[in-house]
């Protein structure tokens, strides 16, 4: 086989076919302009959110404080080691994925995801400087003239500006918002800032301005992963082809009712064409090009107010009720409750439980142990013997605490610490600093007769100098000869 | 063949095939985007560029170095550069203060440690083991056992000049008579002695021995250096025989070697290796260890 030889790779790659999406008016574009406006305030404005954490922390609501390595969401603090809460979160956001899925198909595309929502911004800027599908139609095949260049102009800046305010937003929650507009003013923000900004300016500029319907079409994966899980329960954006064919003319129907022939109800106007923002035929069934957006049934239902006849040609239905109707017979009743949902919604309160349960239930200090690996024990001159640990003890808390040590296992077991300033009791006490964590050397000595055993087990407690009740153990073993 | 059959329709699709064809199964053609076909090209235009800014080809004897003169290894200087200069100030701190400043200090002390746990590691561990375990000859350096000191003062005395060294005026030097090789004392009387020394740290004598005459032969010959009651002398780096560490065993038969052959450890003098920060750190380090007095 040769195909470089034919010379004839225009089939194997075609030209991406500008989409003009045709400006709708409706009950599922008020939703989307709805989800855009508060989508949009959310990401812009978060960040100039505060929360008061006190004098030791940092008071912006959500932050990602990648160099002190904490994660802060109003009054939640995540620690590196807690990690495993983001996994919790991404359990149940693939379950919210699914269970909308199964629902009403994908919901997620045609309403939330950011690539949609960017998307529907930048074709409005599109439209309000260049006119509306026919008019850019016009204006791209026109020769370049002063007008043309203006409007063009004119839309791409637009683009650009929103593109570098969305990339601007985005680093504000990696460090103190005002501090860093203002530093971005005057040019004295981190390089790193500058270069995400610039990134995510360009991302922006061209995913929501050029690419558009090809991200979703060749880019992301979910059309693909949602194939495997719709079932034929679930709602879709579904044209009724049951009462919509044959496609026949206002008049053209007339003449065939005389007649006492089936008309459609579709009269073939292409309004559902012609929003579509991917550019695809509602009338073809499911496919993956379309992200159930829904401005096709705005469209069919403006057509259908106009000519006097019922709405829904195009709506929110399944395959399994468009058949039943072809047969005659009673379309089912939507099942939203079923055993896939069912499933989907226990996973998402199962997994939410638990890491409410794990937040509102976690410690606020800690405490770990590392038993020196060489030498395991050392022999003292009087014979007794020594194990040495590295000790870290962890304080969550925004304010400067102070742990006592102790330790039970072995009889006679004395506790020692190493470059630890000497607390008034002389008790072992060890002060760790606001929202950190202290690595102190701790020695235990043990007299020879006291060992029963190699390997004896050990107990370490440390306990809040101020709250007796706040304490941590930790266990671990005494080594002998 | 060519490319694609423009006639071959596939009938469930309504798409041309590429004229594939294997056991009756056909390929649609489902073309790839255009924009997708570009960015290939891109990326090989993007190499093309990659290759005059950057290093990329090999040659004999060197490669090209590209026009933006990027190395990684001079990057890491500039790195391992910038940690030196960020070090320097810590370095200056640390060689000014005296020691008992620095264990008192705790942002020098964990400066001190710091470095001093890695020039343990680069210098002395070779001896003294990873983490200072010791093992025969070479003394454990988490006990308490010191045989020239385990003051702060001790140590860094001991690190700067060393024991025993070639090169070293000021090092700490004494020296055990090789009782037995040099024929001070007979094979019996080492054996008496050796088993008298034993029993000073608590240990069983062999049976037989006349101990009374051991403790005589321990005041004649041992006692100037390791004391009357054998419980040494830090001075003479003497060690104590009372204590339950045994630098060269603990065992009669290891004494009588002690004994007969002497015993004369060496560790080289560091002040002209190290300076002074580092030695600073690595005292207390050591010291941190656990055994400091």
Known sequence: MSITGSGDDGALYASAKKVYPLKVKGFYRRIKWAVLLIGLAVYYFLPFVRWNRGPNLPDQAVLVDLANRRFYFFPIEIWPQEVYFFTGLLVMAAMVLFLMNAVAGRIWCGYLCPQTVWTDLFVSVERFFEGDRRDRIKLDEQPWSFDKLWRKSAKHFTWLMIAWWTGGAWVLYFADAPTLVKDLAFGTAPMTAYIWIAILTFTTYSLAGIMREQVCNFMCPWPRIQAALTDDEALNVTYRYDRGEPRVSVKGAAKLKALGEKAGDCVDCRQCVYVCPTGIDIRHGAQLECIQCGLCIDACDGVMEKIGRPKGLIGYDNDLNVQARMRGDEPKKFHPVRARTIIYAAIIAVVGAVMAFQLATRATSGLNLIHDRTPLFVQLSDGSIRNAFTVRLINKRPDKRSFVLSVSGVEGLKLQLVNVEASADGRPVVQVDPDSTREVRMLLTAPKSALTDKSMRITVEAVDLAEGSQKVVAQDHFFGP | ?293
């Open chain 2, 1 to 293: 063949m060519a490319g694609h059959n423009h006639d071959d329709i596939d009938h469930i699709t309504g798409t041309s095939t590429t004229g594939h064809e294997w056991d009756g199964i056909k390929e649609l053609n489902t073309p790839l985007p255009k924009w997708w076909l570009n960015l290939f090209y891109a990326c090989i235009i993007w190499s093309v560029g990659y290759y005059v800014a950057y290093p990329a080809w090999p040659g004999i004897s060197s490669y090209t170095k590209g026009v933006l003169g990027y190395s990684s290894r001079a990057d890491v200087q500039v790195e391992l550069d910038a940690l030196k200069a960020q070090r320097a100030s810590a370095a200056a701190d640390l060689a000014k203060a005296d020691l008992a400043a620095i264990k008192a200090d705790p942002k020098m002390l964990a400066v001190a440690l710091a470095q001093g746990k890695a020039a343990f590691g680069d210098n002395c561990a070779p001896c003294h083991g990873i983490g200072a375990t010791g093992s025969k000859g070479y003394p454990n350096l988490n006990d308490d056992d010191w045989l020239w000191g385990g003051k702060l003062a001790d140590i860094y005395t001991t690190l700067q000049n060393g024991i025993r060294s070639t090169n070293n005026g000021e090092t700490r030097i004494s020296a055990m008579p090789a009782f037995g090789k040099d024929g001070i004392l007979k094979k019996e009387e080492i054996r008496t002695v050796s088993n008298y020394a034993v029993t000073l740290a608590g240990g069983k004598a062999e049976a037989g021995v006349d101990l009374k005459a051991g403790e005589k032969l321990f005041a004649e010959n041992c006692a100037s250096c390791h004391g009357d009651k054998g419980a040494g002398n830090p001075e003479l780096g003497a060690p104590n025989l009372t204590d339950q560490i045994w630098l060269y065993g603990g065992k009669i038969e290891d004494v009588i070697e002690t004994v007969t052959n002497s015993r004369a450890g060496v560790m080289p003098a560091w002040n002209e290796r190290l300076d002074t920060a580092t030695i600073k750190s690595l005292a207390v380090y050591v010291h941190s260890l656990g055994g400091g007095k």
